[in-house]
């Protein structure tokens, strides 16, 4: 049998305050044995287990992966603006006309993600 991805990590000076974060971003379940201070701390969402890790160096250079995000029940710039209500920052807006494209977001801690077109907004497969 193949190996499965248990988990995501990220490499954070604050695990569990950038676990705070991601449980709103994706709306998931932060463990209840996580507490602040703790050097690690793990979110559970529908998808994926983020596991958060404190290290000591900061975050040099861009990602070279990241999450994608697809909004189920709301539209794209819709979730744009709730991510960057909770503390994201705008890194590049792709966005064109037709409504293809995409908005890059830096979490908390310079962690570049996306965020896509919303299940709505996509047209049908085909």
Known sequence: MASLVRHLTFD???AYALARFWEEV???KLSDEDA????????????AALL?????EGKAVKNRVHLDLQPQDRSRDEEVERILALGATLVGDHRVA???GWVTLADPEGNEFCVE??????????
């Open 12 to 14: 954070c000076h604050d």
């Open 117 to 126: 077109r919303g299940t709505a907004e996509r047209p049908p497969a085909g």
């Open 52 to 56: 958060f890790v404190t290290v000591p």
């Open 26 to 28: 994706l709306e998931g």
């Open 36 to 47: 602040p201070g703790d050097p690690e701390a793990l979110v559970y969402t529908e998808g």
């Open 98 to 100: 037709d409504g293809r």
